[in-house]
């Protein structure tokens, strides 16, 4: 009988050893799940400045509050007409973000000076992480204030953002209050949601790893329960453009539908493109594409010059 007691007091210190090392491999498959999520592109950038406008200047300048370095271009028109437009890139991007180029090009030749910029912890910016639209609206800021102090107005000012750019462009919305026209392409309603999703899709951690690696994003400053949609709902007089692709499989167009139904202005704007990506909207139709963005800038900046 001792034996067996023994034997049984063996087999269960072991099954606990066993238990307790599954335990700390599993927090640390999170934690470095969440550490891929979060690890921003430093890819080459991939076309010269030169290629997408005669007239440009590389600049540096900081984010709001914390100061982080970053690094863009700032692209002049050729007829300038005064209005600027600041576009801000998804996660894992960079200046040259998806549609980014030609759309400058096109911007250009309307007579917009154009901002592109890395946020932190891409591209040649400062930082070191990505953080899913909790600290990236100080780089926002931060290019805002940029353009201010070279002169640009806000009245005849446009952000656009994609995927995470469009989420960080919803989360500094409060903080401009003065500019003419706010863009959201394929942003996401609610974070918890769209890590989810997009943890496995990206990262190819099993599905049961998403939820631990979203708390164990903390630790790199992501914030789970950020909610776009709320900040949006807190804004009942601030017009919004959301753009969104119907065939959208990393964030459901569900996500602009929850982002147009939680603004109360009548001027904001739901346009659903029959892409059938993620961020498929631009390079689906360019130039239709073009004319709602710059029909809607029209508007915002006739209503501002009203008020």
Same mark, same amino acid.
């Given at each position: 009988m001792v034996v067996v007691v023994r034997r049984s007091r063996r087999w269960t210190g072991r099954l606990a050893k066993v238990a307790a090392a599954l335990v700390v491999l599993y927090l640390l498959a999170s934690v470095v799940g969440a550490r891929v999520a979060v690890a921003g592109s430093r890819a080459a950038l991939a076309v010269p400045p030169s290629s997408i406008g005669r007239s440009y200047a590389d600049v540096t300048f900081p984010s709001r509050l914390d100061d982080v370095a970053l690094s863009g271009w700032l692209f002049t028109a050729a007829r300038p007409?005064?209005?600027?437009? /600041?576009?801000? %890139?998804?996660?894992?991007?960079?200046?040259?973000?998806?549609?980014?180029?030609?759309?400058?090009?096109?911007?250009?030749? %309307?007579?917009y000076a154009v901002l592109l910029f890395d946020l932190r912890g891409s591209g040649s910016s400062g930082g070191d992480t990505q953080t899913f639209a909790h600290d990236e609206p100080r780089d926002v800021l931060g290019a805002y204030d940029f353009l201010r102090s070279r002169g640009y107005s806000p009245h005849l000012m446009t952000i656009l953002g994609n995927s995470m750019g469009a989420a960080t462009v919803l989360e500094a919305a409060p903080q401009l209050a003065d500019v003419a026209a706010l863009v959201s392409d394929s942003a996401f309603a609610d974070l918890g949601d769209a890590l989810q999703g997009g943890l496995t899709r990206f990262t190819h951690l099993p599905g049961v790893l998403a939820l631990p690696a979203m708390q164990a994003a903390?630790? *790199?400053?992501?914030?789970?329960?950020?909610? @776009?949609?709320?900040?949006?709902? =807190?804004? @009942?007089?601030? +017009?919004?453009?959301?753009? %969104? +692709?119907?065939?959208?499989?990393?964030? @459901?167009? =569900?996500? +602009? /539908?929850?982002?147009? +139904?939680? =603004?109360?202005?009548?001027? =904001?704007?739901?346009?659903?493109?029959?892409?059938?990506? %993620?961020?498929?909207? *631009?390079?689906?139709? @360019?130039?239709? *594409?073009?004319?709602?963005?710059?029909?809607? /800038?029209?508007?915002? /900046?006739v209503a501002a010059s009203h008020s």
């Open positions: 007409t005064g209005r600027s437009v /600041i576009l801000v %890139h998804g996660w894992q991007g960079n200046r040259e973000d998806v549609d980014f180029v030609p759309l400058t090009r096109q911007l250009l030749a %309307h007579g903390r630790l *790199y400053d992501v914030l789970p329960t950020l909610s @776009p949609a709320d900040v949006v709902r =807190s804004l @009942p007089s601030r +017009a919004f453009l959301f753009l %969104h +692709a119907r065939g959208d499989r990393l964030l @459901p167009v =569900s996500n +602009a /539908i929850t982002l147009r +139904a939680a =603004s109360a202005d009548t001027d =904001s704007r739901l346009v659903v493109i029959d892409g059938t990506d %993620h961020l498929d909207t *631009y390079t689906h139709d @360019p130039q239709g *594409y073009v004319r709602t963005l710059l029909s809607f /800038i029209d508007q915002q /900046i």
